[in-house]
């Protein structure tokens, strides 16, 4: 390390990440990154922060006040590289005056694509017809072979009418389909109109819905939102996609409806816990398919993150306003 290095702010960032935000970074700091498959054990956190100005963290990642207190009084910002934050102690870095930085709106039509990715290869039973053909089983055309569920002209629930959720809503125009939505807002959304959706109530969306899809995030009010009494609601013939929050949808009482053909099928792209277990008996089922979170994950999206979260690291540290902050309120008696 040269002696101009040494002199550069430190930052550690979480996991390898794409060139676009680990290039910009490395113009400007010292950067520490953490580059196994597997994200740092708690205890190899704690010493890598030590000294830095900014850390550079997933969702993986669990950033409390243990964690800045670590990094000491040089730690200027917390930049997640995700929409959601639920890993990071808003409240401990708010204490602090720290602020947090996320990715958001950058991922909405990637992630929107990929429930319909999900939506419909569930439907179809695309997974399955797959494995049918790679076991050599796929003999003849047969009238009854893998028949799944229709889509269009159908009807769409979707829990957690934000970015994502509006466009899902809009994809689901081009299947003339009726889309129902349940938000935490009191009042109707003034996209709904546009986008030709209905808000309902939690029990008049997922009795009515051919199709269940999750997009709210995950706080003390939606964890296990979708438990045994919700499944229970939703038709025999329903799919519940949830690219959202695994802990939204308890997994036992998903794995008992799946079992028990109280619903129909399952596609997730985020479990709880998460990765899923190898031993998880949702994993022996025929009806759910599962992503490894990967709803993000296309090359430009995924790009376009690292660098948002690069932008919120730099701005950090040179002590300027966050472009994306969840916690602008450490800048109210700020001079910023």
Same mark, same amino acid.
């Given at each position: 390390?040269?002696?101009?290095?040494?002199?550069?702010?430190?930052?550690?960032?979480?996991?390898?990440?794409?060139?676009?935000?680990?290039?910009?970074?490395?113009?400007?700091?010292?950067?520490?990154?953490?580059?196994?498959?597997?994200?740092?054990?708690?205890?190899?956190?704690?010493?890598?922060?030590?000294?830095?100005?900014?850390?550079?963290?997933?969702?993986?990642?669990?950033?409390?006040?243990?964690?800045?207190?670590?990094?000491?009084?040089?730690?200027?910002?917390?930049?997640?590289?995700?929409?959601?934050?639920?890993?990071?102690?808003?409240?401990?870095?708010?204490? +602090?005056?720290?602020?947090?930085? /996320? =990715?958001?709106?950058?991922?909405?039509?990637? #992630? @929107?694509?990929?429930?319909? $990715? &999900?939506?419909?290869?569930?439907?179809?039973?695309?997974?399955?017809?797959?494995?049918?053909?790679?076991?050599?089983?796929?003999?003849?055309?047969?009238?009854?072979?893998?028949?799944?569920?229709?889509?269009?002209?159908?009807?769409?629930?979707?829990?957690?009418?934000?970015?994502?959720?509006?466009?899902?809503?809009?994809?689901?125009?081009?299947?003339?389909?009726?889309?129902?939505?349940?938000?935490?807002?009191?009042?109707?959304?003034?996209?709904?109109?546009?986008?030709?959706?209905?808000?309902?109530?939690?029990?008049?969306?997922?009795?009515?819905?051919?199709?269940?899809?999750?997009?709210?995030?995950?706080?003390?009010?939606?964890?296990?939102?979708?438990?045994?009494?919700?499944?229970?609601?939703?038709? +025999?013939?329903?799919?519940?996609? /949830? =690219?959202?929050?695994?802990?939204?949808?308890? #997994? @036992?009482?998903?794995?008992? $409806? &799946?079992?028990?053909?109280?619903?129909?099928?399952?596609?997730?792209?985020?479990?709880?816990?998460?990765?899923?277990?190898?031993?998880?008996?949702?994993?022996?089922?025929?009806?759910?398919?599962?992503?490894?979170?990967?709803?993000?994950?296309?090359?430009?999206?995924?790009?376009?993150?690292?660098?948002?979260?690069?932008?919120?690291?730099?701005?950090?540290?040179?002590?300027?306003?966050?472009?994306?902050?969840?916690?602008?309120?450490?800048?109210?008696?700020?001079?910023?």
């Amino acid at each position: 390390m040269s002696i101009a290095s040494r002199t550069k702010p430190k930052v550690f960032v979480a996991r390898m990440i794409p060139d676009q935000g680990l290039d910009l970074l490395q113009q400007h700091y010292d950067v520490d990154v953490w580059s196994d498959q597997l994200p740092p054990s708690r205890e190899m956190l704690l010493q890598r922060v030590q000294g830095v100005a900014g850390i550079l963290s997933l969702l993986t990642d669990r950033i409390d006040g243990d964690v800045m207190d670590a990094a000491g009084p040089s730690l200027k910002v917390i930049s997640n590289m995700a929409v959601g934050y639920d890993n990071v102690s808003v409240a401990d870095a708010t204490r +602090r005056n720290l602020p947090i930085g /996320n =990715t958001p709106g950058v991922l909405t039509e990637t #992630s @929107a694509d990929f429930t319909w $990715a &999900l939506l419909m290869a569930a439907a179809r039973r695309v997974v399955e017809a797959d494995a049918y053909v790679r076991a050599g089983r796929w003999q003849t055309w047969e009238p009854k072979l893998l028949l799944g569920q229709e889509i269009t002209g159908t009807t769409l629930g979707i829990i957690g009418f934000g970015r994502i959720g509006k466009e899902v809503a809009k994809r689901a125009r081009g299947f003339d389909m009726r889309v129902l939505y349940l938000a935490s807002t009191p009042r109707d959304d003034p996209d709904a109109t546009r986008l030709d959706a209905h808000r309902v109530d939690l029990d008049t969306l997922l009795r009515e819905s051919d199709f269940v899809s999750v997009h709210t995030p995950l706080t003390p009010q939606t964890r296990l939102l979708i438990d045994a009494a919700a499944l229970s609601k939703m038709k +025999r013939t329903a799919i519940l996609i /949830n =690219t959202a929050r695994g802990p939204v949808v308890d #997994s @036992a009482a998903l794995y008992d $409806a &799946l079992k028990q053909g109280i619903i129909a099928y399952a596609a997730l792209d985020v479990t709880d816990p998460e990765p899923i277990p190898t031993d998880s008996p949702l994993l022996q089922l025929p009806n759910i398919v599962i992503a490894p979170h990967i709803a993000s994950a296309s090359i430009a999206t995924r790009g376009k993150m690292a660098r948002m979260a690069a932008q919120n690291v730099i701005a950090g540290v040179t002590g300027e306003r966050l472009p994306h902050c969840v916690n602008p309120e450490v800048y109210d008696h700020a001079s910023i």
